[in-house]
């Protein structure tokens, strides 16, 4: 694979594609490992190591990001727009504080933008303890987003485990078997609505 070092910029054109495999992507300096912001094309990203991003290490639209290890963001994990899966991921040591962000508010997964619509995060282990730099696992804080599933994660840390608010279409939105642990305030902050079964929050049913 390769190594890039700084953020890469994707913005395809329906119907193009770029895969990614077995690549480094250091991005000390950059926000993105990698910025898909306006992408209509499909985009791959697999077996990759994404470390040092300045805001989280993927960004935007129809992407998908599988079996990565993903490590010391400053901010956040994955922004997802519209039409990503993010699954099957190692994502941990979020919120890295540094002169420019000295008091992060770190989410694993944000959904603050675009549409926020059909997306899915699957299978991946958050993992943050409860370090003190981790807001969510998940957030989800947007009136248009629907669509999504949060399925068979695990999620250690944060303030809640799992944020799910604004949204105007909650029961589009499930949550379901996820293994939870060890927030500060416990498993969900989540408006009515959302559909969740099958989650435990430190080995019992919630």
């Not at 290490?57 to 990001?65: L, R």
């Not at 899915?120 to 730099?133: K, L, S």
Request: glycine fraction near 12%; include cysteine.
């Amino acid at each position: 694979g390769l190594v890039f070092n700084g953020q890469i910029t994707l913005v395809l054109a329906a119907g193009q594609t770029a895969s990614f495999t077995d690549c480094i992507f250091n991005t000390s300096g950059g926000s993105y490992c990698i910025n898909c912001h306006g992408n209509a094309g499909s985009v791959l990203i697999q077996y990759c190591e994404m470390k040092n991003p300045g805001s989280c290490f993927v960004y935007g639209s129809h992407y998908t990001v599988q079996y990565c290890n993903c490590h010391d963001s400053v901010a956040d994990g994955f922004k997802p727009e519209d039409n990503c899966l993010i699954q099957y991921n190692y994502v941990t040591a979020l919120g890295k504080s540094s002169e420019s962000n000295p008091s992060p508010h770190a989410d694993g997964v944000q959904v603050e933008s675009g549409l926020g619509q059909n997306i899915t995060i699957r299978g991946n282990n958050f993992d943050d303890g409860a370090d003190v730099h981790c807001n969510s696992n998940l957030i989800v804080r947007w009136a248009s987003a629907k669509d999504i599933t949060f399925d068979g994660n695990y999620c250690g840390g944060g303030n809640y485990c799992i944020y799910i608010l604004l949204t105007t279409s909650p029961t589009t939105i499930r949550v379901t078997n996820n293994q939870l642990s060890n927030a500060r305030y416990g498993p969900f902050d989540m408006t009515s609505g959302v559909v969740k079964s099958g989650n435990t929050y430190n080995g019992k049913p919630v």
